[in-house]
């Protein structure tokens, strides 16, 4: 009864200035990444009313060899108005024993096929568990069990880099995600603008 999400919420995702454009003027859409790693499953993902993340991933992305699949030439970020719509929120408490559910079911099937379930890695050269390859598996299994009535986004919270400073709980790259599953969440993009410096911030 309480898990709807009410109200908009803004959200940026790092894209090159050609595929910018043509989403801006109405001529293409955001393709939904398909990665059997894509720690929320499949969707268009987003970084929840975090600019400067979006930013960081970008670059780190436009680094990355060719080889990856990334497409990047003229670095920008692209904001979007989202309307979570049926969302499966992962910091909801109920919601969550729902996904251990579908865990445990995928676990007994496994077992009982005599297959091993696949796991979650590092990256490379990185602490945090990058390749969400269990986790992607354990989310695409509970939207195909809903059917027709998947949810239209997952939201979900990532303890990501180095400790903010010596024995801290918070690390430098924490951040809430989006993964839109329904493009009709997406009520419109806009080009993030610089603060006015003038007035106070709002």
């Known amino acids: 009864m309480y898990s709807t999400k009410s109200g908009l919420v803004i959200a940026f995702h790092g894209c090159d200035q050609r595929v910018c454009d043509l989403v801006l003027n109405g001529k293409t859409k955001l393709i939904p990444s398909q990665n059997e790693y894509d720690w929320l499953g499949s969707g268009i993902y987003f970084w929840e009313n975090n600019l400067k993340r979006a ?84 989310l695409e299994s509970l939207h195909s069990r809903r059917l027709p009535l998947s949810y239209d986004s997952v939201r979900g919270v990532f303890w990501e880099g180095e400790e903010l400073y010596h024995n801290a709980g918070f690390k430098e790259k924490n951040h809430i995600q989006i993964c839109i599953r329904n493009p009709n969440c997406i009520k419109g993009y806009f080009l993030p603008r610089e603060l006015d410096t003038d007035y106070k911030r709002v």
């Open 55 to 138: 930013w960081q991933f970008a670059r780190e992305l436009k680094n990355l060899p060719r080889s990856n699949g990334h497409n990047i030439n003229h670095l920008v970020v692209l904001g979007a108005v989202i309307d979570l719509g049926e969302c499966l929120d992962l910091m909801d408490s109920e919601q969550l024993e729902v996904v251990k559910e579908i865990y445990i079911k995928l676990e007994i099937s496994s077992q009982n096929m005599g297959i091993q379930l696949p796991s979650n890695k590092k990256g490379k050269n990185s602490q945090d568990l990058l390749l969400r390859n269990l986790d992607c598996l354990v």
